[in-house]
């Protein structure tokens, strides 16, 4: 985080207008100007950038087709964004007045209107202070509370968007996961696969009843580097929660502990940089082993096999290679998951099926694969039916998928 000179201020306010009179002749439509509104000399920060893309992602969902054409400007004075839309000045005022007003971090956005004749449309209710809460001309005229203490209300807004934000993307790439259908002997919208315990309403209840938790694994990694220790107690108090949650079901402890780590590591990203991977896998080797009584504990003394400690350790290499599937195949899940079948040593497969389990479903799923893209649904079909009759369920893979999810969600902090 650097700081800027008032002449890169003044010259960024310049280039701005200039796209805004260049886009108004181009559109001839109302424009909507989105900045961040950062006191002091430093404009800039990981924290900052991931509220405006986050601010920007949900403008987007705001304006649907009434957003004709965008730009965005990656500048020393702060990331900015221009867009030319369909709707009338004054709705498209109440809209943007929206954003500011849904979430404290609204009142870090500037989003200005420009009407078609070029002059900026006025909010009928001025902003409050950050610090009194009282009408904010007063206080900036007066200099009332100090840049000092504008910059922690700050950074607290900033942290607390992206330890609720993070909390969020991390529910919904459970959710996500569970709905995915179809899963080889895992629980979706087609069966409950391998299990007479579990269904689509559990899986979505233990979901949520975990959100307390990503938020704290997010905050904790905001706050401080070495966070392991407090980290494993939430871990394990949010275990009662999700059993709680499902009448003593173990619907997502593997999720628990990957989610956990990964979300720590990327608040700690956000709050003082570093690589995301790296980050986590420290986490991981700072903690404390798993039991023997585990899934994972038993593959290892069992077959060589090192489970969900072990990926993490790694830098969770497997989840990284679903994630590019990902990124590469258009969102494409159900490739995400036949890869991770095909390549992953599954500590569920080998608990419930030993080598033989594992490796007919890595099989077959690499037939799958070598297979027509158009076949595939069947394929996994036909193997969901193969893994309920043989009692298998690779729950490990469906962890990993579902952290691929939420790294989807999330490159725009950890991904360049």
């Known amino acids: 985080m650097r700081e800027i000179t008032l002449q890169e201020v003044l010259d960024a306010r310049e280039a701005r207008v200039s796209r805004q009179k260049r886009l108004l002749a181009a559109y001839g439509r109302p424009l909507l100007s989105f900045t961040m509104n950062m006191a002091g000399p430093v404009k800039r920060s990981a924290l ?56 404290p971090v609204g009142r870090l956005y500037d989003l200005d209107v420009i009407g078609t004749d070029g002059g900026k449309l006025s909010r009928e209710t001025g902003r409050t202070c950050l610090i009194c809460g009282g ?53 979706d919208q087609r069966n409950t696969g391998a299990h007479r315990d579990m269904d689509l309403p559990l899986f979505r209840r233990s979901a949520q009843s975990l959100r307390p938790y990503f938020r704290q694994a997010a905050a904790l990694g905001l706050e401080q580097a070495v966070c392991m220790a407090p980290l494993q107690q939430a871990g394990l108090a949010a275990e009662g929660t999700m059993l709680a949650a499902t009448g003593g079901v173990n619907t997502h402890k593997g999720a628990v502990y990957a989610f956990g780590l990964v979300l720590a590591a990327l608040g700690s990203v956000l709050a003082r940089g570093g690589e995301l991977f790296q980050t986590a896998a420290a986490l991981a080797a700072a903690g404390l082993p798993p039991g023997t009584d585990t899934h994972g504990g038993q593959a290892w003394r069992r077959y060589g096999v090192l489970g969900a400690r072990g990926e993490a350790m790694a830098g969770f290499p497997a989840a990284r ?75 490990g893979c469906a962890d990993l998928l579902a952290l691929a999810l939420l790294l989807r969600r999330t490159e725009g902090i950890w991904h360049s």
């Not at 221009?82 to 849904?102: H, I, M, R, S």
């Not at 009408?135 to 100090?146: E, Q, T």
């Open 135 to 187: 009408p904010v001309g007063p206080c900036a005229r007066s200099r009332a509370h100090g840049l000092p203490a504008i910059q922690a209300a700050t950074s607290a807004l900033l942290e607390g968007f992206a330890a609720d934000r993070l909390a969020e993307l991390a529910v919904s790439a459970l959710l996500d996961e569970v709905e995915l259908t179809p899963k080889p002997g895992l629980v």
């Open 48 to 103: 900052a950038d991931f509220a405006f893309r986050e601010g920007l992602a949900a403008l987007r969902g705001r304006l649907g087709t009434a957003l004709l054409h965008e730009e965005i400007t990656d500048a020393p004075a702060g990331l900015e964004a221009v867009l030319a839309c369909t709707l009338p000045a004054p709705a498209l005022k109440e809209l943007a007045v929206g954003l500011e007003t849904a979430q």
């Open 321 to 395: 290679m679903a994630w590019r599937v990902l990124a590469e195949q258009g969102d494409d899940a159900l490739l995400a998951l036949l890869t991770l079948l095909a390549e992953v040593a599954d500590t569920n497969l080998l608990h419930r099926g030993g080598p033989e389990g594992l490796g007919f479903v890595q099989e077959r799923a690499r037939a799958i694969l070598d297979g027509p893209a158009e076949a595939r649904r069947a394929g996994l079909e036909e193997l969901d039916n193969a893994c309920i009759a043989r009692n298998l369920s690779p729950g």
